[in-house]
Nanobody
């Protein structure tokens, strides 16, 4: 059974970089038939797809976040990481790491989800 666990600071200062790591167990981020995604949900709003990384290491981002978002991976630890730069008061949200199929690569659907930590932006 696959499990995803997010880790990282729950508080980030404005203009700084938010960094979250997802540790995966029960599946391999380099050989899986799935993609590995980040999705967030701001308070009172819907889910937002932030990007994805394939087993090949290729990355995909929405135009709205492409300039500020980077997804990387550590294959030795079976982890993938989200970095969101220049955070603003618009970025507080619950951030989820998600395993999803190719058909759902560019949306918020997913087969398996992490618990999703709340991240706050405050000085």
């Amino acid at each position: 059974q696959v499990q995803l666990q997010e880790s990282g600071p729950g508080l980030v200062k404005p203009s700084q970089t938010l960094s979250l790591t997802c540790t995966v167990s029960g599946d391999s981020i380099t050989t899986s038939n799935y993609y590995w995604k980040w999705i967030r949900q701001p308070p009172g709003k819907g889910l937002e797809w932030m990007g994805a990384i394939a087993t090949s290491g290729s990355t995909y981002y929405p135009p709205s976040l492409k300039s500020r978002t980077s997804i990387s991976r550590d294959t030795t630890k079976n982890q993938f990481t989200l970095q969101l730069s220049s955070v603003t008061p618009e970025d507080p949200a619950v951030y989820y790491c998600v395993r999803g199929s190719a058909l759902a690569l560019f949306n918020t659907a997913g087969h398996s989800w992490g618990r999703g930590p709340q991240v706050t932006v405050s000085s």
